[in-house]
């Protein structure tokens, strides 16, 4: 019974806090010779990253102090949809879109199908610093698309193999987590209820 209860407590201080990593920032605590990392953003012990994000990408990242609150949602066996806004150079058509939500041979794997849709820009979206490079006479688009894997550099790559070349690349949501429905600035944290998983 006791051991119940301290099980039971510790489940209740458990820990699960929504990140806004900046561009270039390194998804990771140790110190970097030329960039910065979370520890410049956020300073609470005990806590790790549970999934990565590239230099370039921006956007949601969960840390948690619990290991296998760390597995699940990190780990591609429980399939946590992931959803990416990607600026791309070029305006989609039907086709690019529907390649670019089916498998795709990428070489060394093959993408599982997923979720592709053009939009527009969202209105909560922040200005990147440095902003993207723009080309004069080549117009930009948005797509939001949801996976529920991630292999190194995935989106950019699919994009690349569609033709549109990602300029910009954001993690907006990770399961039921939403930079929409948490407004993060870059650099901002926010320590969340674990209820919902």
């Known amino acids: 019974m006791l051991a119940f209860l301290l099980i ?36 609470v012990p005990g806590i790790y990253p549970a999934g990565r994000l590239d230099a370039d990408s921006e ?21 946590e949809s992931k959803t990416y806004l990607v600026q791309v150079e070029g305006q989609p058509n039907q ?32 200005p990147r610093n440095p902003p993207i490079r723009i080309r004069l006479g080549i117009p930009t688009s948005w797509l939001a698309i949801t996976l529920k894997e ?18 910009r690349l954001i993690r907006s949501a990770i399961g039921p987590y939403s930079l929409a429905t948490h407004p993060l600035m ?4 926010l320590e969340v209820n674990t209820a919902t998983y």
């Open 8 to 43: 039971n407590n510790l489940s209740c201080v458990m820990k699960l806090i929504l990140f806004n990593k900046p561009f270039q920032v390194m998804s990771q605590f140790s110190a970097h010779e030329s960039r910065p990392t979370l520890a410049n953003y956020i300073s």
């Open 59 to 79: 956007g949601l990242m969960l840390l948690t102090d619990d290991g296998k609150l760390q597995h699940q949602i990190s780990h591609p066996d429980h399939k």
């Open 95 to 126: 086709d690019q879109l529907r390649f670019l939500s089916e498998p795709i041979d990428l070489g060394d794997f093959v993408t599982q199908q997923c979720r592709v849709q053009h939009i527009l820009e969202p209105e909560w979206l922040w």
């Open 150 to 167: 991630g292999k190194n550099r995935q989106v950019r790559r699919m994009t690349a193999a569609a033709g549109l070349p990602t300029l």
């Open 186 to 189: 870059p650099g901002e944290w």
